[in-house]
Nanobody
Framework: QVQLVESGGGLVQAGGSLRLSCATS????????MGWYRQAPGKQREPVAT???????NYADFVKGRFTISRDNAENRMYLQMNSLKPEDTAVYYC??????????WGQGTQVTVSS
C-alpha cells in the first residue's frame, strides 16, 4: 500500500509560481512511475506531467516550458514546479504512483487557484 500526500497548493496571481510536493509512504525506488494530474470544476481529470523511475519525463502540451516535474529519491518526494501560471491552470492537482506490482495510487489532491 502506498500513501501519497500532496502539499504546496494555494492562491497565486497570474504569472506567479508555485511548487507542489508529493510525499510517498514507501521508498520511491519501489515505484515505477509517478505523475501529476489535475481536475478543474466540471472537467475530467487530465494528465499534466509524468516521470519514470529512470527520470524520463513527459508533459502535456499546455504546460511545456512552464512546469517541471522532478523527484527526490532521498526524500521520497516528487515535485511539480509551476511557473508563469495562468487562470486556466486553476484546478485540484493530484499526484499518482504506479508501484512495481502495477497498482495505481492517488493522493487526496491540493487546490491551485490562479487569479487574473
Amino acid at each position: 500500500q502506498v500513501q501519497l500526500v500532496e502539499s504546496g497548493g494555494g492562491l497565486v496571481q497570474a504569472g506567479g509560481s508555485l511548487r507542489l510536493s508529493c510525499a510517498t509512504s514507501v521508498s520511491i525506488f519501489s515505484i515505477n512511475a509517478m505523475g501529476w494530474y489535475r481536475q478543474a470544476p466540471g472537467k475530467q481529470r487530465e494528465p499534466v506531467a509524468t516521470i519514470t523511475s529512470s527520470g524520463l519525463t513527459n508533459y502535456a502540451d499546455f504546460v511545456k516550458g512552464r512546469f517541471t516535474i522532478s523527484r527526490d529519491n532521498a526524500e521520497n518526494r516528487m515535485y511539480l514546479q509551476m511557473n508563469s501560471l495562468k487562470p486556466e491552470d486553476t484546478a485540484v492537482y493530484y499526484c499518482n504512483a504506479l508501484s512495481r506490482e502495477n497498482s495505481l495510487y492517488w493522493g487526496q489532491g491540493t487546490q491551485v487557484t490562479v487569479s487574473s
